[in-house]
């Protein structure tokens, strides 16, 4: 189970940490990331981490902006967004898969687990 949190209303320019809390899986073992999805658009890859070198992919729209931290310890991955933009309003869902891949596309189309989301609004 994937438990989101940490989402909220920000102005534009602002920073966010979203968490994923993880039970049942152990950050660590395989692919983990984020999605989001705003209102009558596609449900967008936004930062994923494909590897346990660790190596991360982050969409675009975000690079340079948004990171991937996970903490073992507490079995949470992050997501630190900074400088959001208005476009980053959006549902952001946590997902988890139970292996590493050596890509993040096989990555993305392997992940199993999808928490319910949590709301970001930038204005």
């Known amino acids: 189970q994937l438990v989101e949190s940490g989402g909220g209303s920000v102005q534009t320019g602002g920073s966010l940490r979203l968490s994923c809390a993880a039970s049942?899986?152990?950050?660590?073992?395989?692919?983990m990331g984020w999605f989001r999805q705003a209102p009558g658009k596609e449900r967008e890859g936004v930062a994923a981490?494909?590897?346990?070198?660790?190596?991360?992919y982050f969409g675009d729209s975000v690079k340079g902006r948004f990171t991937i931290p996970q903490d073992d310890a507490r079995n949470t991955v992050y997501l630190q967004m900074n400088n959001l933009k208005p476009e980053g309003t959006a549902l952001y869902f946590c997902?988890?898969?139970?292996?590493?891949?050596?890509?993040?596309?096989?990555?993305?189309?392997?992940?199993?687990?999808w928490g319910r989301g949590t709301q970001v609004t930038v204005s």
């Open positions: 981490i494909y590897t346990g070198a660790p190596n991360t």
């Open positions: 997902v988890a898969g139970r292996d590493y891949y050596s890509d993040y596309a096989t990555c993305r189309d392997n992940f199993g687990s």
């Open positions: 049942g899986y152990t950050i660590g073992t395989g692919c």
